[in-house]
């Protein structure tokens, strides 16, 4: 992984953004799961990198793609981590067993993992449950453009960006 670029947002605040190199994710996700596995690995491993060890991480998601990267992401932390835990967060009229009411593990690191950004739809809907957030983790590429002109970045104060490259 190289060292991070420091990007600025629209206040000025310094974002780190960590490449890890590799290919974008393919698609249908889980149907091409050997090709992302490499990316996938990476993005756990930049965490495991950024993250202290012992420290309390909660993963959050949204939709298919993102619960299969995060679970997978999720096996490669767990073994340095105090406790992990994975918040799915559903899109708008998804149903599910449980309730719709999210909360991070106490004292710890909130991490969104998601396949890229588009519009940031499913980053502002998970920001909604989560609250705070420290690093996004995507198997994507990063827009400069998105530091500054997402608004999420400055109103959630993120940290860091993990992502394949910077463009």
């Keep these: 992984m190289k ?11 310094t974002i780190l953004v960590y490449q890890t190199g590799g290919y974008e994710i393919a698609y249908p996700v889980g149907e091409a799961i050997h090709k992302n596995m490499d990316y996938i690995i ?3 491993n930049a965490v495991l990198k950024i993250i202290p060890k012992n420290e309390n991480i ?9 619960a299969i990267i995060a679970a997978l992401v999720c ?11 994975l918040n799915h967060v559903k899109k708008d009229g998804e149903s599910h067993h449980g309730s719709n009411i999210y909360s991070p593990l ?6 969104i993992v998601d396949d890229f950004i588009g519009m940031g739809t499913t980053m502002k809907r998970i ?7 420290y690093c996004i983790g995507l198997c ?3 827009s ?16 860091s960006v993990i992502c394949t490259e910077i463009y």
Excluded: H
């Design 144 to 159: 400069k453009r998105y530091t500054s002109d997402m608004g999420f970045l400055q109103e959630y104060k993120i940290k």
């Design 75 to 85: 096996s490669i932390i767990m073994p340095t981590a105090a406790m992990v835990k």
């Design 140 to 142: 994507g590429g990063w």
């Design 58 to 66: 909660t993963l959050w998601c949204s939709g298919s793609s993102g």
């Design 42 to 44: 990476k993005l756990g």
């Design 3 to 13: 060292k991070p670029v420091k990007l600025k947002d629209a206040n000025g605040d």
């Design 106 to 111: 106490s004292g710890g690191y909130s991490i």
């Design 127 to 133: 920001f909604k449950q989560s609250g705070n957030v």
